[in-house]
């Protein structure tokens, strides 16, 4: 990549372009520190995003394909990953008996005391990660951000 060409010029890097591989490096770079304090914890980040959408579930729990459309990122294997966290006793999976093609997942006590100890490191990891901008160019990034994921395809 060019990034040195002067914009316009045959081996300029499209502006497009450029802002892709920042917005990668970026999620990258701050995804790797939130990796690390989630694996000091036991977890991968796979595992606390659903331990996350199931605590917002609250005590009724969601479908398993449910979980698997709210996930940051997609799980290729969504069952293994809710069986390596079932075997850790941080949720409970149940077949629906009105349709048996249903499962239905539930975060244990066990899934909230982990998420009640991590609230507060991954808040602060948050906060340090963005205190160099000031609250208004947060909010601007957040609403550019929200921007371009609504028109993302789906």
Avoid: W
């Avoid at 060409?5 to 497009?16: I, N, Q, R, V, Y």
């Avoid at 499962?103 to 899934?111: F, L, N, P, Q, S």
Wanted: charged fraction near 30%.
């Amino acid at each position: 990549m060019n990034s040195r060409a002067k914009p316009g010029s045959p081996g300029a890097t499209p502006l497009e372009d450029q802002i892709f591989v920042a917005l990668l490096k970026a999620a990258d770079s701050l995804a790797s520190e939130a990796d690390q304090l989630m694996k000091a914890n036991g977890l991968t980040s796979a595992q606390y995003n659903v331990l996350r959408i199931l605590r917002g579930a609250g005590p009724e729990g969601l479908p398993c394909n449910t979980i698997a459309e709210r996930m940051i990122s997609r799980d290729p294997d969504m069952t293994r990953l809710l069986d390596r966290m079932e075997k850790h006793a941080l949720i409970t999976r149940e077949r629906q008996k009105e349709d048996r093609r249903v499962v239905k997942a539930r975060i244990t006590d066990e899934g909230l005391k982990l998420l009640k100890k991590m609230d507060a490191p991954i808040r602060e990891l948050h906060k340090s990660q963005f205190a160099h901008m000031s609250s208004a160019r947060l909010k601007t990034l957040m609403d550019l951000l929200t921007e371009v994921a609504a028109h993302a395809p789906k």
